[in-house]
């Protein structure tokens, strides 16, 4: 099992920025693809970001979020980032960290889910 915990949400006025963070802990962190997804009301969870577990040979982006997010992993922390700059009221979700994530376009296929963390973009 692994244990997913998020941090770093908050209130931010369009164009600011926030920096999220996930801590994994109990099985070893370093195999999996990590991510993260996220879930407005009334609508269906969504691909944000993916890294695979080395953080260089292969980062996918939803189109949505292209040049405006970053995401990044620290194995020796055990530990995924997602730096979202620019930020858009439509940006406004629950953030969750993922792990083992099998396909992007099925949330069926994570194995591990944080709790979530509350992003609000005010205009």
């Known amino acids: 099992q692994v244990q997913l915990v998020e941090s770093g949400g908050g209130l931010v006025q369009a164009g600011g920025s926030l920096r999220l963070s996930c801590a994994a802990s109990?099985?070893?962190?370093?195999?999996?693809?990590m991510g993260w997804f996220r879930q407005a009301p009334g609508k269906e969870r969504e691909f944000v970001a993916r890294i695979n577990w080395s953080g260089g040979n292969y980062i996918y982006y939803a189109d949505f979020v292209k040049g405006r997010f970053t995401i990044s992993r620290n194995n020796a922390k055990n530990t995924v980032y997602l730096e979202m700059n620019s930020l858009k009221p439509e940006d406004t979700a629950v953030y969750y960290c993922?792990?083992?994530?099998?396909?992007?376009?099925?949330?069926?296929?994570?194995?591990?889910w944080g709790q979530g963390t509350q992003v609000t973009v005010s205009s």
């Open positions: 109990g099985r070893t962190f370093s195999p999996y693809d």
């Open positions: 993922a792990a083992d994530i099998r396909s992007p376009y099925d949330v069926s296929l994570v194995n591990y």
